[in-house]
């Protein structure tokens, strides 16, 4: 079993960034792929991210490409998603979820965080 906690969120002013961090217990953290996700009130959660074991392979949602940047550090039981250039229509609670399989589909996550609250003003 993982138990995943995330951090790092806050409050930014548009065009700013924030490096958020999911945190894992558990010795096979470096087994699971490990997704982020995020939801605003009245919407399903979306796809943002997703971080192959190895942190090899990365994949983004278009609305993410060019501004984010996923990464692990399997060393700490650590993914991190680097978000620069923020927008307000990125305000969200963001989410890491793990998996077996490198997926976009928040129906193959096993394990989520608690979610950690982002909100980008104008």
């Known amino acids: 079993q993982v138990q995943l906690v995330e951090s790092g969120g806050g409050l930014v002013q548009a065009g700013g960034s924030l490096r958020l961090s999911c945190e894992a217990s558990?010795?096979?953290?470096?087994?699971?792929?490990i997704g982020w996700f995020r939801q605003t009130p009245g919407k399903e959660r979306e796809f943002v991210a997703v971080?192959?074991?190895?942190?090899?392979?990365?994949y983004y949602a278009d609305s993410a490409k060019g501004r984010f940047t996923g990464s692990r550090d399997n060393a700490q039981n650590t993914v991190y998603l680097q978000m620069n250039s923020l927008k307000p229509e990125d305000t969200a609670v963001y989410y890491c979820?793990?998996?077996?399989?490198?997926?976009?589909?928040?129906?193959?996550?096993?394990?989520w965080g608690q979610g950690t609250q982002v909100t980008v003003s104008s």
């Open positions: 979820a793990a998996s077996r399989v490198v997926t976009m589909s928040q129906n193959d996550y096993d394990y």
């Open positions: 971080v192959s074991p190895s942190g090899g392979n990365i």
């Open positions: 558990g010795h096979t953290f470096s087994k699971y792929v």
